[in-house]
């Protein structure tokens, strides 16, 4: 039984995977694609996981399967703002306002230090200068809690809803949230200058001035919910608390 079960949940898997590959590299997709991949794959898929074991990330062997370096396959930002600017990705502390595209996103997180990190491999576009490439990794910290048991579909942002600390803790759910504190913002290039004027040529390219930061500290932190609804040694499923969905190999 529990064979057929774990088959159900491999071919919802390669079903996923195969309409991942179908969009022809859509990295960053909208709300009418989360949503068909919601109704169609991704809560069939969410069943049959749950139906073999359900997610509990205090119990170690599943916390563990969080661990390293993921590569985003599929992201649909809840803000719907698709990160194009630095400010963006940023919680607006890195000014730089040249269109940038987001080549590729990571996260890596590490149990033993609660560590929650993005690491965004983003290029500027600006056309008056050498085409650049950077890290942008935004350092967080994570705490393991429940989740928010949102409607299928909703969409609300939880922090802007009228409802009582009462009603929030009648919608929790099990233990599959991660509430991350982002508190730093780095801008890192992937080939380190040598010099001031090739330090110049990096910051113009993402249109930062001459005495801007490229580390930022957030005060106050920013703080984000994430749930891993779906998670194996391969694959990732996160909801954003916000609406947004995210699919990681």
């Given at each position: 039984m529990n064979n057929d079960k774990e088959g159900t949940v491999q071919h919802?898997?390669?079903?996923?995977?195969?309409?991942?590959?179908?969009?022809?590299?859509?990295?960053?997709?909208s709300k009418e694609i989360s949503q068909e991949l919601k109704v169609e794959i991704l809560n069939p898929l969410i069943e049959a996981r749950n139906k073999c074991v359900q997610i509990d990330l205090r119990q170690e062997d599943h916390l563990d399967l969080l661990r390293g370096q993921w590569t985003t396959v599929y992201a649909q930002y809840g803000s719907g703002v698709i990160p194009t600017k630095l400010r963006y990705?940023?919680?607006?502390?890195l000014k730089g306002d040249t269109n940038i595209s987001l080549v590729e996103s990571n996260q890596e997180i590490e149990p033993e230090e609660k560590s929650y990190n993005n690491v965004l491999i983003v290029e500027s576009s600006a056309t008056d200068t050498t085409s650049k490439k950077a890290y942008c990794i935004i350092y967080g910290r994570y705490v393991v809690e429940q989740t928010i048991d949102i409607k299928q579909g909703?969409?609300?942002?939880?922090?802007d809803s009228d409802e009582?600390?009462?009603?929030?803790?009648?919608?929790?759910?099990?233990?599959?949230?991660?509430?991350?504190?982002?508190y730093r913002v780095e801008l890192r290039p992937m080939v380190t200058p040598e010099n001031d004027e090739e330090w110049m040529v990096f910051r113009k390219?993402?249109?930062?001035?001459?005495?801007?930061?490229?580390?930022?500290?957030?005060?106050?932190?920013?703080?984000q919910q994430t749930d891993a609804?779906?998670?194996?040694v391969d694959t990732r499923v996160m909801y954003g608390l916000s609406g947004g969905v995210y699919v990681m190999k």
């Open positions: 919802w898997k390669s079903i996923l995977m195969n309409k991942i590959e179908e969009l022809s590299g859509t990295v960053i997709g990705i940023s919680f607006g502390s909703d969409d609300e942002d939880d922090d009582t600390n009462e009603e929030k803790e009648r919608r929790t759910g099990p233990y599959q949230g991660l509430n991350v504190s982002f390219a993402f249109g930062l001035k001459e005495d801007e930061p490229l580390s930022v500290d957030l005060h106050p932190s920013k703080k609804v779906f998670l194996d």
